[in-house]
Each structure stands twice: as C-alpha cells, then as structure tokens.
C-alpha cells in the first residue's frame, strides 16, 4: 500500500505542482499550496490512475492533511479492488 | 471623443507563436497549411488544414492555469501575455479585456463526447465547463493579470474578432475605460469541427486561393491575436510605443442569409468605418480582405469594395492574408489586424498567395504571390461573418 501512497503523492504534486517534498502525511493541503479546486483535478487524475471511482460522499469536507487524502484513496483501492 | 492607440501586439498562429513569426510569415508569403494531425484523418474528405504546430502550452502557462484551460485559451493566454510585455503598462480597475470566438472550447466538448459515448467512461474531465465557456480567455486572462475592470467574450464566428476590437475601440473613445486587452482566440479544428466544415462544402482539398478564378474554399486555422489598445494621451504621457492609431469601427448586419453574403451589408460597414475614422476611401492604401476563398465571398467582398470606394478601388491594394494563416474564424479579425498594422509599420503589403488565375467577378488589385512595397498611412480590415455580420477596422499610420 506504500505504493498507493507514492502514487497519490506524485499525482498531488504533479497536478498541483507543489514540491513531492513537502508533501508529509501531517502537512496540510491548504499549507502547501493546495486548494479545494486543485482537489478536483487531482481525484479526478487520481480515479484515472487507479481505474476507481470516487464519489463525493468518499471525500469528506473535513480532510486536511496529505495522510488523510492517501489514507481515503488507500481504502478506495482496497474496497474496489 | 478620445482617439485611441495601438501599442502592444501578441499572437499565436500556423506561422508560428509570435508576432515576428507571423509578421514575418506573411511578408515571406510562408504558408501555414498542412495535413491535420487529427487521428482520425482518413475519415475525412479534406484532410489540410493551418494548425498551430509544435505547441506546448506549459512554455507559456502553469499547471494549474492549464488544468482549466482550453486550447483556444491557452493561445489567448500567450498572445495576452506577449501583447502586455510589449505594452509595458497595464493598469487593473480602467482596464477591459474583451476576447472574441467563434465557437468556444471545441477540443473539451469533443474529448467529453469521445470518453463517454466511445470510449465508455464514467466521467468527463472536472473542468470540462470552465474549459469550455467561451468567455474562459477574458477571465483567465484577468486572473493572471489583475485585470478588475470590464471583462467578456463577444462571439460572432467570423468577426469575433473585430467586434470584439471595435467594443473596446468604443469604451475607450467614450472614455468608459483608459486600457483594453482586446482580440480574439479560436481553436476549433476538430474533428467534429471540420466534419462539420466539410458537410457545408466550403472547404478547399489542396490551399486558399483567394481571389484567384480556380479557388475552391477556405483552409481553417486557428490561433489568438491579442492588442493592447489604449487612450492616446496615457500611451503618448507614458512614451509608450505606438504601432499606430485605431481610427475607425463599422459594424452592420445583412439580415438577408444564414450564410450567404451581402454587398450591400459590407459596403455599409467600409462605410461607416471610414465615416467615424474620419477618412475618404482615397486615404486607404490597403485593406486587408476578409478573403476566404470561397466561391461566394470573394466576388461580393470584390463589389463591396467597389461600391465603398468608388474610383479609389482601382488603387487600393487589396490582399488576403487567410492563404497563408488559415481562417482563424473568431481569432481571424485580430490577427489580421495585426498584419494589417504590419504592413502600416514596415510598408511592405503581405500578398494574397496561391493565385494564380484573375476572376473577372474579382477586378481589384489582390497583391498576388509576392509582397509590395507602399508606403501605407491608411487601412481597413475587413471580417464579414456567417449570420450575416459584419465588422470593418480602420487604422491609421502615427
């Protein structure tokens, strides 16, 4: 699953060109440059690299930290797998 | 009433992506026509088109700004971005931006389509309605620049361009606003585009003649033309660079056909244009034609001229740069606009290329093959649109 987390960080700091560095389980989104809006692409980028599917009740409005966007997505692929 | 300047030009185009390029191209009489890149080519009939070639917008745009960008917008960014650095001021509240297209974000429509319906995918791209609105150039392009004061897209296929100039032309003149970014941006040579193109039967199998007896239709292109229009006083107070002086607008419409064109509606719109520019058609020494190579426009184009100008027809050089640089539908105006303010500053005319027989219902001086040399104080730039709209520029030398 650690590779589920590298993937979803790449496609973070690609689609919201921020710094692959920066981007540590605890830091949150808004911190390093990422808005609700860039969140949009990236899941959409993210259903493509998975081939899954995420509906907007996956992603919950009180997520804030980068661990919490690859700890949703990790759960996507496991119950879609 | 204020008179306004012209002093910043950018553009993206099948000649290349920059003014000098496309200056440059059509002075050469280069032409931007090739074989469309379109995967699906072989299902259609006329398969050459002017594309922009080689173009990477990450050159010119961030990643973000390019995830809700179309393609039409990503060349309205650049040539935006090109025209405010030639400009070297630009000011947010008592500025505008007003971009023109014909059609909007085709390439976004396009691809939702193809994953849903063809390739059996659940969702389209998130952004597939900012990509594709048509006001997605004026809009990104006052985000990026801080733009605040009146921003919009006019859309009027063919004279996009010009109304949207002529818009600003007139907000500046009345003193509504002191800057304006203003043009046009088109970027709709997609398959469905140009399927739609070949069912009307007004597409050219091999180049653009226009004028020339044995033409056979329009080449579409694509592109943006972005200007930097300003009140004279700001532009000469600053020392700007002037390329020369917006002078004139004339805007009609023929209410007679979808598609068919008037010569009375064009006359008109010459007409007027040169009326408020405070000019006489023996003033004009060039115009840059509408010129699509058509069978119907190039005559009634020819007569409108005629009946505009009377005698002085017989020496006013006429030319069509849409051989060349396709016919960028809502970026046409602007770009031709731009070849038209480089034949003011450079007096050398870009000729009408691929003609090579003359059309006694096309009886005017159409600068064949190769560029001339002529001092040229003023000129028109004519756009006459499906719909029946018309929009005529005139410019005059500073």
């Known amino acids: ?81 | 009433m204020r008179r306004v300047a012209i002093t910043g030009l950018g553009c993206v185009s099948s000649l290349g992506h920059d003014v000098e390029k496309f200056l440059s191209g059509t002075r050469e009489g280069l032409s931007g026509v090739a074989k469309t890149t379109l995967p699906d080519r072989d299902l259609l009939t006329a398969q050459n088109v002017a594309e922009v070639k080689d173009w990477d917008p990450a050159e010119y745009i961030d990643k973000k700004t390019l995830n809700i960008s179309d393609r039409f917008s990503q060349f309205a960014l650049a040539a935006a971005g090109q025209a405010l650095v030639d400009a070297g001021d630009v000011s947010g509240e008592r500025t505008a931006v007003i971009v023109g297209t014909g059609v909007g974000g085709a390439f976004t429509i396009e691809e939702g389509y193809d994953r849903v319906w063809r390739k059996g995918q659940a969702k389209v791209n998130p952004f597939s309605i900012p990509k594709l609105m048509s006001n997605g150039p004026p809009s990104l392009i006052g985000l990026k620049y801080g733009i605040t004061g009146p921003a919009f897209a006019v859309s009027s296929a063919c004279s996009s361009s010009n109304h949207s100039i002529g818009t600003a032309f007139g907000m500046i003149r009345r003193g509504e606003i002191d800057v304006a970014i203003a043009g046009g941006a088109e970027a709709s040579i997609s398959f469905m585009g140009l399927k739609g193109w070949e069912a009307l039967r007004v597409i050219s199998p091999d180049v653009c003649r226009p004028f020339s007896k044995d033409r056979r239709g329009m080449i579409l292109g694509e592109g943006a033309g972005i200007l930097l229009l300003e009140d004279m006083d700001r532009a000469k107070a600053r020392g700007a660079k002037i390329y020369a002086e917006l002078a004139g607008f004339g805007m009609t419409s023929d209410a007679l056909d979808m598609v068919q064109p008037s010569i009375d509606g064009a006359a008109r719109a010459i007409r007027q244009a040169l009326n408020v520019a405070g000019l006489a058609p023996s003033d004009i020494d060039y115009v840059n034609a509408h010129g699509t190579g058509t069978p119907a426009n190039d005559p009634t184009e020819s007569k409108a001229i005629r009946a505009a100008f009377g005698p002085a027809a017989d020496s006013v050089l006429v030319s069509s740069t849409k051989a060349m640089h396709g016919h960028g539908l809502g970026a046409a105006g602007s770009l031709e606009l731009i070849a038209t303010i480089g034949a003011i500053c450079s007096g050398i005319v870009p000729p009408t290329i691929n003609f090579t027989e003359a059309d006694p219902e096309c009886d005017l001086d159409y600068v064949p093959n190769i560029a001339r040399e002529r001092p040229i104080s003023a000129a028109i730039s004519n756009s006459f649109a499906f719909g029946g709209l018309n929009a005529v520029l005139a410019v005059k030398a500073i």
Request: negative net charge; proline residues 0%; hydrophobic residues 50%.
């Open chain 1, 1 to 81: 699953m650690t590779d589920v987390v590298n993937r979803v960080k790449d496609i973070l700091a690609e689609e919201c060109a921020v710094d692959r560095a920066a981007l540590l389980d605890d830091a949150k989104l808004e911190d390093v440059g990422i808005s609700s809006v860039d969140m949009v692409q990236v899941m959409f980028a993210i259903e493509e690299a998975f081939g899954i599917s995420i509906e907007q009740e996956d992603m919950s409005l009180d997520i804030e930290t980068v661990g919490e966007v690859t700890s949703a997505i990790q759960r996507l692929v496991a119950d879609q797998a």
